[in-house]
């Protein structure tokens, strides 16, 4: 079976478990790494190395995997093959971060609009599909917010500008950490000039159809680390 080697760039939370993905290091773009359900989530057994650690942001990890099984909504996905991850280097080395560099989105479209929505068609049908997003803005704002059955919910509000205008958005937070830093600290704002840091955005499964996009991951820089932008 084959195996690629990613920088980890979201473990989220998806259906009880996980979902896992990053820059491949061969150039090639994203890789979602997905079990052989259905929806594709990870269970704790899956995102694992051998000693039962478990892969984090920023990780170089090696991912056996058996067959690409893209979406028209997320062509990203590859199934996994069971064996556990292998555990190349923590966390990214300096003269990796330009693989980030060039992956970053500037804006102030991303993921092939300015809303925080998608219907699954729009994706596939895009000269360049994709449900993985790398953005840097100058600021991060994770807040709070009322959930379903008293359960709060956090989400991430952000600006990405171009020379002509600036967009202003408000996704779901599904990074497990900064997600319950949030519910639990109330608002917390990142900044690039303080704390140097990349986000991944990512589309959900379609939802009353849409796909919509979510904050996947929230990853400050190593210190002394700081992105060409």
């Known amino acids: 079976m084959p ?6 760039l979201a473990n989220s939370i998806k259906h009880g478990g996980r979902c896992v993905a990053g820059l491949r290091l061969d150039g090639q773009g994203w890789l979602r790494p ?12 899956h995102y694992r190395y051998a000693d039962s650690s478990l892969v984090r942001h920023l990780d170089t990890v090696r991912v056996s995997v058996t067959k690409p099984r893209p979406a028209a909504y997320q062509p990203e996905n590859w199934v996994i093959d069971g064996k556990p991850w292998e555990l190349i280097a923590r966390p990214i080395a300096a003269h990796q971060l330009p693989i980030l560099e060039r992956a970053l989105v500037r804006g102030p479209a991303i993921l092939h609009s300015e809303t925080d929505r998608v219907p699954p068609g729009d994706v596939a049908a895009s000269q360049k599909p994709a449900s ?6 100058e600021r991060i704002e994770l807040r709070k917010t ?20 600036s967009v202003r958005y408000d996704f779901s937070l599904t990074d497990p950490y900064w997600r319950d830093e949030a ?4 608002p917390i ?3 690039q000039a ?6 991944t955005v990512s589309l959900s499964e379609p939802f009353e159809g849409h796909c919509y996009k979510l904050v996947a991951a929230v990853i400050p820089l190593p210190t002394g680390m700081r992105l060409n932008q």
Do not use: M, N, W
């Open 194 to 199: 303080e704390t140097p840091f990349v986000a």
């Open 146 to 165: 009322p959930g379903k059955h008293e359960h709060p919910r956090a989400r991430a509000i952000f600006e990405l500008a171009s020379p002509e205008r």
């Open 3 to 8: 195996s690629i080697e990613i920088v980890c």
């Open 34 to 45: 997905i079990s052989r359900q259905v929806d594709g989530t990870l269970a704790y057994y």
């Open 132 to 137: 993985l997003a790398l953005i840097a803005p």
């Open 183 to 186: 519910v639990c600290r109330g």
């Open 189 to 191: 704002i990142l900044s």
